[in-house]
């Protein structure tokens, strides 16, 4: 079965057509992805930007292009966090159905799933207490997983676009800059971690923090997704990663080997609730996942 799955997110829209076979993702035939902020004056004006909107739609073009060349035999476009939360989101998800495209809104819970689903068929967590987390533009999901006990899910509304629309990561950062953001985040993720009372053996991090962290670690000039999946990375070395890059305008940031363009000013917001929660929980290690909601999304196409 050949399925495409569409993402589209607070920060970025996805496509990627895969080849399933027996519940698993064969070979990725295609994958596209762009930046195009659907969040980003979502925290103050509560709606989506006629900017950002045009930019989906563009990306929407291709990937329909892209399924038509590539043969996909289903696809399934779901959209989350901004999508759920603004007030004209109509607009969007009429213009996407008259060009053929039905866009499935999903609860946060829904999204939460999809992303274990995905992130487990790349890293084997048989046996092992796991917490996976997955930090967007608009909301970050977590899911924990402790043999024969039932799964733990939450979402909440904390993203890297929200973050950057209330505080200014465009030029040089310092540690009390920081220290006025950390406050907020520790008041949330406090709350899920009373809530998922977990103690893993693993953390996973999925969606393009922890991606990038990997390839600015690896100093990628070119992306690798086999490299990425499954990379570690240390507490010290993010610690290192940020200290770096709130030494430099977000300019100057783009020319770090590994920096995704788009992603200069919303990684910073992301290291700061990563490193947060890996403090919180005593974890040391971070393991990345290249793989998320997009596959997970495309096992489900196949199934249905």
């Given amino acids: 079965m050949r399925a495409a799955a569409i993402d589209i997110g607070s920060n970025a829209v996805r496509l990627m057509i895969a080849d399933i076979e027996d519940g698993r993702i064969k070979n990725i035939v295609h994958k596209d992805r762009h930046v195009t902020k659907l969040a980003e004056v979502l925290s103050t004006k509560g709606i989506l930007s006629d900017l950002s909107i045009e930019k989906t739609m563009n990306a929407l073009r291709m990937f329909a292009e892209a399924m038509t060349l590539y043969k996909a035999e289903k696809f399934h476009a779901v959209a989350t966090s901004a999508v759920r939360e603004a007030k004209n989101s109509q607009v ?49 999901e977590f899911i924990y997983a402790e043999p024969g006990k039932p799964q733990k899910k939450i979402s909440v509304p904390m993203g890297v676009v929200k973050m950057a629309e209330r505080y200014d990561f465009s030029g040089i950062l310092d ?8 406050a907020p985040i520790f008041s949330v993720l406090n709350e899920v971690v009373k809530f998922l009372d977990c103690r893993p053996d693993l953390i996973i991090g999925s969606a393009g923090t922890p991606t990038t962290l990997a390839a600015i670690e690896m100093h990628m000039e070119n992306y690798d997704q086999i490299k990425v999946n499954g990379f570690e990375i240390n507490k010290q070395q993010i610690e290192a990663i940020l200290e770096k890059l709130c030494s430099m305008t977000a300019e100057d940031r783009l020319l770090v080997a590994g920096m995704e363009p788009g992603r200069q000013e919303v990684l910073i917001p992301g290291i700061l609730i990563t490193l947060e929660l890996m403090c919180m929980l005593g ?19 196949a199934k249905s």
């Fill in 175 to 182: 540690m009390e800059q920081m220290d006025r953001m950390r």
């Fill in 283 to 301: 974890m040391d290690i971070l393991t990345v996942s290249d793989f998320g909601l997009r596959e997970g999304l495309a096992l489900a196409v």
């Fill in 92 to 140: 969007l998800l009429d213009a996407a159905a008259r060009m053929g495209i039905k866009i499935q809104v999903i609860p946060g819970e829904t999204e939460a799933a999809l992303i274990f689903n995905g992130v487990c068929s790349a890293i084997d967590t048989t046996g092992k207490k796991v917490l996976v987390f997955d930090i967007g533009g608009g909301s970050t």
